[in-house]
């Protein structure tokens, strides 16, 4: 196990390998990161994300804000799913039943994204993977909340490289094109929302089927294509303040981290700003945890490397208001 020092939020939490897509949570008192891990490899960017060729997954850990970092070393490895040929994207992870479970996106032998999960018994892993993905899944970017009641929730997709636009018939179409305004009437449809399912008690399976859920504007209508400032592209996260559920999530090609509200942990949403201002880099991916009586934001940028798949996870404490208004962050305000 590696430790590095990391005493300033806006330094990255380790540097002997990329990571990126930081699931973080406190587990027995301390924080645990779950990213994915970025190869040092030279391949073009596309719209379809084939630049982000992960295997593997390590767990970062710190026992406090500001605390050395620990690199759990490798918990799960593509080799060791057998249902997954590869691209192993941003997973998250979860705790019932005295059991650690882990989530995550792949490609399956048929190119498809889906979401695998596996067990242990400690929260940095190794994990067991199942032997098949969960059935009814599809897309990437899985997020586990599990609410003060037990019940726990998946929420997930991701449009472009996620697939998500592919299943619009309730069916894989390979064909299918992306979601992106193209100056003629489509730009006024509703924009892909959420998709979210409750998890039986067994966290292995869904206890009901994947349902869109739309991100609602203003005028309580859902967002359009055309709003790519503020509607969903990939990335949800789910956390709760003050008996409110606050759905996040990356606005994609505008590079914006923006958040919804709702009553319910399974929406109607309602978008109410940003988070995060863009990153250097493509992507933006995030989570949000409470952590002694404080709000962090786990995010990445590419500002190290240059290179669009080749990032480094950091975090940055949150201000939220008693309303659960979440100011807007510059990450590289004070630079």
Not at 63 to 89: E, F, N, R, S, Y
Not at 250 to 262: F, I, K, M, R, V
Not at 326 to 334: C, L, R, S
């Amino acid at each position: 196990m590696e430790k590095l020092k990391n005493s300033r939020q806006k330094t990255p939490l380790v540097t002997h390998i990329f990571t990126a897509d930081p699931s973080a949570h406190v587990f027995d008192g301390k924080i645990y990161i779950y990213p994915s891990h970025d190869l040092d490899l030279d391949v073009p960017d596309d719209e379809n994300g084939e630049q982000y060729q992960m295997k593997d997954y390590h767990v970062l850990s710190m026992d406090d804000i500001g605390a050395p970092v620990t690199d759990c070393g490798c918990a799960l490895h593509v080799d060791d799913v057998p249902w997954a040929k590869g691209q192993m994207w941003a997973p998250d992870a979860a705790y019932k039943n005295g059991r650690y479970y882990f989530y995550f996106p792949a490609k399956d032998k048929d190119g498809i994204f889906r979401i695998g999960a596996a067990t242990g018994d400690n929260p940095e892993g190794p994990f067991k993977a199942e032997p098949d993905y969960i059935p009814g899944t599809f897309s990437i970017d899985p997020a586990i909340f599990v609410d003060c009641d037990g019940r726990a929730y998946i929420y997930l997709g991701g449009i472009w490289g996620g697939q998500l636009e592919k299943w619009r018939t309730g069916v894989f179409d390979p064909n299918a094109p992306h979601q992106n305004p193209k100056g003629d009437s489509l730009d006024n449809d509703p924009a892909i929302g959420v998709y979210i399912s409750e998890l039986n008690d067994d966290m292995l399976t869904l206890k009901e089927p994947l349902r869109e859920v739309k991100i609602l504007g203003e005028d309580n209508k859902p967002l359009t294509v055309a709003d790519t400032d503020k509607r969903f592209f990939e990335a949800p996260w789910m956390h709760k303040y003050n008996n409110k559920y606050y759905l996040s999530y990356s606005t994609g090609e505008t590079h914006y981290l923006c958040y919804a509200e709702s009553e319910s942990p399974t929406g109607p949403f309602k978008y109410k700003g940003r988070i995060l201002e863009p990153v250097k880099g493509w992507t933006t991916h995030q989570s949000i945890i409470e952590f002694k009586n404080k709000w962090y934001l786990f995010y990445h940028d590419a500002a190290i490397s240059g290179i669009s798949h080749q990032r480094n996870v950091m975090f940055r404490e949150l201000e939220i208001g008693e309303d659960g208004t979440i100011k807007t962050i510059n990450p590289y305000d004070g630079d």
